[in-house]
């Protein structure tokens, strides 16, 4: 099985930051897209930022000039740097990767648990 474990939200005060990780393990053979998403209280789950296995990354606009989304993909894991927190990023924060098991298997989305990261003002 393959499993995804975020790590590092927490609470701080707006202006702050904080980092975001995410790890993939179990029967891996390659993962493709990974992206970062957040569910804030009665709303929807929104991307806040993708990566392509080559490295090409894609913000929403409300996070574009502070967050920078990273990976390691020979460690299957991937980052969030996320500075000058405000208050709307709170939220619960989740990674998942379009992940090939083997060399057969056909591209699947897993997702981790998430973590939560809550923004005070």
């Known amino acids: 099985q393959v499993q995804l474990v975020e790590s590092g939200g927490g609470l701080v005060q707006a202006g702050g930051s904080l980092n975001l990780s995410c790890t993939a393990s179990?029967?891996?053979?390659?993962?493709?897209?990974m992206a970062w998403y957040r569910q804030a209280p009665g709303q929807q789950r929104e991307l806040v930022a993708d990566?392509?296995?080559?490295?090409?990354?894609n913000y929403a606009y409300s996070v574009k000039g502070r967050f920078t989304i990273s990976r390691d993909s020979a460690k299957n894991t991937m980052s969030l740097q996320m500075n000058r927190l405000k208050p709307e990023d709170t939220a619960v924060y989740y990674c998942?990767?379009?992940?090939?098991?083997?060399?057969?298997?056909?591209?699947?989305?897993?997702w981790g648990q998430g973590t939560q990261v809550t923004v005070s003002s």
């Open positions: 998942n990767g379009d992940i090939r098991r083997t060399l057969w298997s056909p591209l699947t989305i897993f």
């Open positions: 179990g029967t891996i053979f390659r993962i493709n897209a």
């Open positions: 990566i392509s296995i080559s490295g090409d990354t």
